[in-house]
């Protein structure tokens, strides 16, 4: 989907005449991993929401600083994280696989008792069901800031003096992180991460791939390989793993090939991972890090990379 398209859900959020509003708990654990629960709200007079709404709109369609000037890009999330891109993936990705569905329970139940000024959010969103071209597209836009706060130094007038406000309120900002458009997640912003612990998914991805790597007898050294390719900056990467990268490599010759071409050292017929640096450029080799420059093929480190187009 382009931007354009993204774009044409804000210009469209006033054809829903039925937006949800809810508070949103995000907690994560080992035992139970990530679960949700929404709280709805609903604001007063009539009409505030629409005008948030249309703020909202205003912010994202903006000709001078809208979608089209803050992003460049939609692409597939890779573990990247290039400015000016918009990443998706769909809902049933294994990074979100398992989370989406909780995610989705949650905000299609959410509590309407418990008071929302002690209810412990680290986001708000607003879901509902929007028109464009015709077609009916379910929508949910989320903001990944906690949107209950504590006023300081806030003042009230009353009476010809000003009393000091320490009340607890709802505060919700305009700018909004992840928007999911039928069944895909477009992160404005790689807050959108945490909202399905997409951490805890990748570094998954990342010992799983390590298991992968050691077991296919090309490196000399599996444990000094591990320490240094699960940790640092090392496992996102791990989200763009090439398995055909890796079954080339099992060739001894195809070794001695990227070797030289990446300054990989051997030992023997096996990359040396007692060499610094050596493991850092083989996690970006298998991970569509590493590719060549088009004039001199001399070796190159790529944030991310696809088809040329």
């Known amino acids: 989907m382009s931007i354009s398209k993204i774009k044409s859900v804000f210009e469209n959020v006033a054809t829903c005449d039925a937006w949800s509003l809810q508070l949103l708990q ?8 990530t679960t949700y629960c929404g709280r709805e709200i609903a604001l007063s007079p ?15 369609c903006s000709q001078e600083k809208g979608l089209e000037k803050m992003f ?3 692409t597939d999330y890779d573990g990247s994280t290039v400015d000016k891109t918009i990443y998706k993936l769909t809902t049933d990705n294994e990074l979100i696989s398992t989370e989406y569905p909780s995610f989705v329970e949650a905000i299609g139940n959410p509590d309407s008792e418990v008071d929302p000024l002690k209810f412990s959010a680290q986001a708000y969103l607003l879901k509902g069901v929007i028109s464009i071209c015709g077609e009916e597209l379910s929508i949910k836009m989320i903001s990944m800031q906690n949107p209950v706060t504590s006023l300081k130094h806030k003042f009230l007038r009353s009476n010809g003096t000003f009393t000091e406000i320490s009340d607890k309120v709802i505060s919700l900002r305009t700018a909004i992180d992840v928007v999911i458009i039928e069944n895909t997640v477009y992160m404005l912003t790689l807050a959108g991460e945490n909202l399905f612990n997409m ?6 991805v990342c010992e799983k ?11 000399n050294d599996a444990e000094a390989f591990r320490s240094i390719a699960s940790c640092g900056h090392n496992p996102r990467k791990f989200v763009s793993f090439n398995e055909s990268h890796l079954q080339k490599l099992k060739n001894a ?3 001695k090939k990227m070797s030289k071409k990446f300054n990989i050292p051997l030992d023997g017929d096996k990359f040396d991972m007692s060499q610094p640096g050596a493991a ?3 996690v970006k080799l298998l991970c569509d890090r590493g590719m ?3 004039f001199d093929d001399n070796p190159m480190e790529v944030s991310s990379s696809k088809k040329w187009e």
């Open 26 to 33: 995000i907690k994560n654990s080992k035992r139970n991993g």
């Open 46 to 60: 009539e009409g505030t929401l629409t005008n948030f709404l249309t703020e909202i709109s205003d912010r994202y």
């Open 72 to 74: 460049e890009s939609v």
């Open 199 to 204: 951490e805890r998914a990748y570094k998954s």
């Open 209 to 219: 791939q390590i298991t992968n790597i050691t077991d296919s007898n090309i490196i």
């Open 253 to 255: 010759n195809n070794r």
């Open 280 to 282: 850092d450029k083989l």
């Open 292 to 294: 060549v420059d088009p």
